[in-house]
């Protein structure tokens, strides 16, 4: 019964690709993107606050709550990604929608460690997987010739919302408290589903899609090398924007507001970079660029230890900003490149991004305990943060140098 139909013949025929219905579609895709990981983005200013005002935990117990959340969201999105093709969209999106919003309107009210854990991370996380997912798939359906270009515009609201909740946290938290600077956020969230739920539709019909799981892509050694380095890149990619806050007011004395400061530059100077990655792929190819931006995130993680001063946290910001924002924003495009076909994209897709889910959910209590044995101090973390990305960068040049000897072979053959 929610299923939705196929549009008439008539409709189908005079729908037009990259027409300026396309468009609104791809704004409103952004303001999706927006919302929900625009959240996941500012969770720095929760971790700062949960551990050092709420206290409801230290480091690594409150970076569980993040992880969670980011971890459901993979999974979540892995799954609702096939709600598209099943003709399931509309169902699925405000389904999502009314989890995610009743997770953070509970959130406001929260007072202890597992009701902020099942709020933050489990009604959030799996409300925001429902909608992010097959609202990204919906948008690349409306676009032929500028489909990088919309799916580009989409994903940078990932930064403009992580700004966007930065700058509401670091306003009103200070003089309304947190209760009412997360309704904030909630009735924001609330506004963009509304308009979302009415104006995103799909245009084609349901169609059968593929298996969750295709086990001979596991047999392409590029394929797989890139999933073992995907893990250890999501292993450390968050951890500037989870622990910078905190960083920032236990080493080098900043105050809370500045705290809050730093991740919203952080988020600000990534929408740029992800412009650049866009841009940069479509030229020389996802699978080559994410290397040597993986191996600028490394450099970033051992420099990070040599930070001193607040001018220099405020460098480190900037330039960790336009770095990590690089490879996240290449990834789906990196495992878009391993297959053609329609029916075995989103298992291949789903796979890379369940990889991902499973580094994110590990990877930030890991530094979060280690600052909690190092009694406060960083130098674990920062070593993690380098130290992953090394792995990383490795794997994937491996993965690079496999793809292209194979081709070296069958070209020969």
């Known amino acids: ?85 099943a003709g399931y969209y509309r169902a699925v999106f405000v389904l999502g929608s009314v989890t995610y919003l009743v997770g953070v309107f509970a959130l406001s009210a929260c007072r202890g460690y597992w009701q902020v854990f099942l709020a933050h991370a489990v009604c959030i996380g799996v409300g925001f997987g429902a909608v992010f997912s097959p609202t990204v798939a919906l948008t690349g359906t409306y676009f032929q010739k500028h489909k990088s270009l919309a799916l580009g515009l989409v994903t940078i609201g990932s930064a403009t919302g992580g700004m966007a909740f930065a700058a509401i946290a670091a306003q009103m938290m200070p003089k309304a ?35 969750l799981i295709e086990w001979s892509a596991l047999r392409h050694w590029p394929y797989s090398l890139t999933l073992v380095g995907a893990f250890f890149l999501f292993w450390a990619v968050y951890l500037g924007f989870y622990f910078i806050g905190s960083y920032g007011r236990g080493v080098i004395g900043v105050s809370p507001s500045a705290a809050v400061y730093l991740l919203l530059t952080m988020n600000g100077v990534g929408a740029l970079a992800r412009v650049l990655a866009s841009t940069t792929t479509s030229r020389y190819g996802s699978r080559l660029v994410i290397i040597p931006t993986i191996v600028l ?34 990834y789906s495009m990196v495992l878009g490149s391993f297959s053609s076909d329609p029916q075995k994209a989103g298992a291949i897709t789903g796979m890379g991004f369940f990889v991902a889910g499973i580094a994110a959910l590990t990877g930030p209590p890991i530094a979060g305990a280690l600052i909690r044995l190092q009694q406060g101090g960083f130098l674990g973390v920062q070593i993690l943060s380098g130290s992953s990305m090394v792995v990383s960068a490795a794997f994937f040049a491996a993965a690079r140098w496999v793809d292209c000897k194979t081709k070296d072979v069958d070209s020969k053959a």
């Not at 625009?38 to 409150?62: C, H, K, L, P, W």
């Not at 450099?299 to 930070?307: K, M, P, Q, S």
């Open 1 to 85: 019964m929610l299923r939705e139909s196929p549009e008439p013949a008539g409709q189908e025929k005079a729908f037009r690709p990259d027409s300026p219905r396309s468009w609104m579609i791809a704004l409103l895709s952004h303001l999706t993107i927006f919302s929900t990981w625009g959240f996941v983005n500012a969770f720095g200013v929760f971790q700062t606050y949960y551990v050092r005002d709420m206290r409801i935990g230290d480091e690594s117990a409150v970076a569980w709550i993040g992880s969670t959340q980011l971890f459901l969201l993979f999974c979540t999105g892995v799954l609702s990604g096939h709600a598209l093709d």
């Open 177 to 211: 408290g947190f209760a009412w600077t997360v309704r904030t956020m909630g009735f924001l969230q609330l506004g963009i589903c509304v308009v979302c739920c009415i104006f995103l539709k799909p245009h084609t019909p349901p169609r059968q899609s593929g298996s």
């Open 297 to 330: 995130n490394a450099l970033l993680g051992y420099c990070w230890i040599a930070l001193r001063d607040e001018r220099g946290l405020w460098a480190f910001t900037v330039a960790y900003g336009i770095v990590a924002a690089m490879p996240q924003a290449m």
